[in-house]
């Protein structure tokens, strides 16, 4: 089967679908993915055809406001419609969608009459069980949190509207509106399946048939890739750092967060490896250690603990490796998965981005490193995630694709 699979944004957003495209690929389908031309070589390197999508990531740097955040997100997707459909052709038998994704996919899809699966990293559809994954942590009642979560996926909708339109008139489609594409895939019950694992964020109990959360895909590694001879040495010199990173968070933020990160180590008696990430995190000194893209499977069960801005994927690479966290979210989902974390007792409280400060993270490092409760939730999320199969789980909707895209209602 000819699969395409289509993902944007941050890096978190587009490695785990290398590694879903990997294990396809060797239970024998041709498989490409679609992103943009910066993970390029990350998509070549887990084996996988690239094709281009018209955009760049956007930049993600302090704290935005609410409103910053739609306006980024509507230009984003809007250069991202253009010229969205030259990336699909007309072999393609399969094409799996990410949630930033999907809202233009499906257009294309109709038009060439392929079949569509979902493949979300964030529970978006609404539920009582908790409220939407951009609007918090904090719970509004089962009947609050699913008017929420129908208002959130209306703002999305807004989001999407020019875009939309842009790309059907190209596909010669009569308009429609993004609201009501999405309640089609409704209707029809199409499938999406959610690449987290149930450790974090249990199936809601009031989901539609059709969503499904299967276990977390894991960007790929190289079976022969190995940890820098350099941060080899510095595991070796003394007691298991702690790692600190803020991935594509905290731009404009490097040499503020740097001192804060090593006074807040030093004050907790710890030694550190910090990744410098977007923010440009970068320290020299015998008890703590800068590097540049190490594979976070390879380094997490080595260290102490996890000082993330936890998103989605590091946050389940931490739990995956054991590693205590702290959380520092800084926007968008964060906050949801920073509590998801802190409410398995597998992180401290979460810190937000803005309210960091040395004293605060020095208090957290000392309790998730020396207080053994954080430890012992995150083997035992662990243990869990180790039993899922996020891949075998998109194999076995692949009987999907005999089933066309739904069209006019």
Partial sequence: MRILIAAAGSRGDVAPYTGLGAGLREAGHDVALATTEAFAPLVREAGLDFRSLPTRPRTQGGVEGKRELMRAAAAFVTELGRGFADAVDDRTDLFLLSATTAPLGWHVAEAMGIPTVGVHLQPNAPTGAFPPNVMGARSLGRLGNRVAGRLA???????????????????????????????????ANRPVLHGFSTALVPRPADWRAGLDVVGTWWPYVAPDRRLPADVEDFLAAGSRPVFIGFGSMGSGHGERLSELAVRALRRAGLRGILQSGSAGLAVAGDDVLTIGDVPHTLLFPRVAAV???????????????????????????????????????AATAPIPFASLTE??????????????????????????MATEDGVGAVLKALDWSSRPAPGPA
């Fill in 153 to 187: 996926l209306r703002m999305a909708d807004r989001v999407y509207t020019e875009a939309v339109t842009e790309l059907r008139s190209r596909l010669d489609l009569p308009p429609l509106a993004p609201a009501e594409m999405r309640r089609r895939q409704e209707r």
């Fill in 307 to 345: 000082v993330h801005h936890a998103g989605a994927s590091t946050a389940a690479a931490a739990l995956r490796a054991g590693a205590p966290a702290i959380p520092v979210p800084v926007t968008a989902d964060q906050p949801f998965w920073a509590a998801r974390l802190a409410a398995i007792g």
């Fill in 359 to 384: 004293e605060r993270l020095a208090d957290a490092l000392g309790r998730a490193v020396r207080q053994q409760t954080y430890a012992r939730a995150a083997s035992v999320a662990a243990q869990h």
